[in-house]
């Protein structure tokens, strides 16, 4: 898998790409290359994770079933405000990629899911080392359900866990599939960071950060719907309006307060809660 990975892959940001069979967590790993001092942009993939991670604090069932448990590392300098374009970046690099490799109709769910046909897919772990006001260094890590049975999903996850293959009654080649998200990675990272050189990123480009958002809010199936969202400090109720530049999901509360979100957990009320 390595070397056609690295063929399939020549010419983009990625200087390594490093396969395993079973690891702790792929971003875990990642980690600990940025904290050993590598360097530039490198892909992590592996067939499972013996301790997987989700969002707060949650676990991520990773069994060798054919699915992808990818982590991109990027060591860079950038204010800490910019790090939410990351989390733009891999949402879409991973909805695209999946759409382009399999012809599935998936969808992101702010801030962090990727869902199929109401259910959750995989999701987005981005995990930052900063120093002051700048991010030194970034792991994004993306789990996506391709090729696991429905009978394999543990019983809490049943009817709110999907995957590819559950969905559709087809198997997929999960390498096309990684590839794909990497390839998207590069070409939007390129759009928003075309000045990226030796880990330094001098300027953001303003159309490219414009075509991510665009991009973005065509894939998001969050918007236009009644939701709760747990943020760390309260839950608001309201309707979804709109993503704004950095990323943040803009709410009509139901008190008609406009309220702009930058982390939290959404609930889509009516619907279902992947
Ligand atoms: C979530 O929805 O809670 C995020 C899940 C992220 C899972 C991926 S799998 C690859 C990478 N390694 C991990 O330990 N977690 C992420």
């Known amino acids: 898998m390595n070397s056609q990975l690295k063929d399939s892959l020549a010419g983009t940001i990625f200087t390594k790409i490093i396969c395993r069979g079973e690891v702790g967590s792929t971003n875990d790993l990642a980690l600990s290359m940025l904290d050993g001092g590598e360097d530039g942009a490198i892909a992590v993939s592996a067939d499972s994770q013996s301790s997987g991670r989700g969002r707060l604090g949650r676990s991520w069932y990773s069994p060798p079933s054919g699915n992808i448990y990818l982590s991109i590392m990027m060591r860079l300098d950038i204010p800490l405000r910019d790090a939410s374009l990351f989390t733009l970046i891999s949402g879409v690099a991973a909805c695209t990629g999946i759409r382009k490799s399999t012809r599935c109709d998936v969808h992101i769910k702010w801030p962090n899911d990727i869902v199929f046909n109401e259910k959750k897919l995989g999701g987005i772990l981005t995990e930052t080392r900063v120093e002051g006001d700048l991010v030194t260094g970034i792991v994004t890590g993306i789990g996506i359900n391709v090729n696991m049975l429905k009978a394999e999903f543990p019983e809490e996850l049943q009817g709110i866990a999907t995957s590819l293959l559950a969905e559709t009654g087809e198997s997929y080649d999960r390498r096309e599939a990684a590839v794909a998200i990497l390839k998207q990675f590069d070409v939007l990272f390129r759009d928003v960071f075309p000045q990226y050189r030796n880990n330094k990123i001098r300027e953001i480009d303003l159309s490219g950060k414009e075509k991510l958002v665009y991009l973005w809010k065509s894939l998001d199936i969050t918007l236009g719907k009644r939701i709760s969202v747990k943020t760390p ?42």
Request: hydrophobic share 40%; no cysteine; proline share 2%.
């Open 233 to 274: 400090n309260e839950t608001v109720n309201g309707m979804a309006v709109d993503i704004g530049p950095a990323g943040q999901l803009l709410v009509m509360s139901d008190s008609g307060e406009k309220i702009s979100i930058h982390a939290g957990d959404v609930t889509v009320l009516n619907g279902y809660s992947a």
